[in-house]
């Protein structure tokens, strides 16, 4: 099993930037993928970002050129470097970590993101 702690959301004007981090503890395999996804009321959960152990990234394109994605492997840490925050960026962001061997998802708790001024 895999847990995960979020951290770093908040409430920011726009135009501003926020930090996201999450850390996964527990049953973790060296081939991992971690991610970000969105989910604002109403809407579905959406993917943002994702890295894999090997730093291979993809990213939505509402949010390619402001935000990024990088992670710490020894601390099995993934984070969310979002720049030039815009209300449509509004939601509840999810950390999600997939196991390589088993493809099993894991999810953290969420961090609300809230761009509004």
């Known amino acids: 099993q895999v847990q995960l702690v979020e951290s770093g959301g908040g409430l920011v004007q726009p135009g501003g930037s926020l930090r996201l981090s999450c850390a996964a503890s527990g049953r973790i395999t060296s081939i991992n993928v971690m991610g970000w996804y969105r989910q604002a009321p109403g809407k579905q959960r959406e993917l943002v970002a994702t890295?894999?152990?090997?730093?291979?990234?993809d990213y939505a394109d509402s949010v390619k050129g402001r935000f990024a994605i990088s992670r710490e492997n020894l601390k099995n840490t993934v984070y969310l470097q979002m720049n030039g925050l815009k209300p449509e960026d509004t939601a509840a962001y999810y950390c999600?970590?997939?196991?390589?061997?088993?493809?099993?998802?894991?999810w953290g708790r969420g961090t609300q993101v809230t761009v509004s001024s």
């Open positions: 999600k970590y997939q196991n390589g061997i088993h493809r099993l998802d894991y």
């Open positions: 890295i894999t152990n090997g730093g291979r990234t």
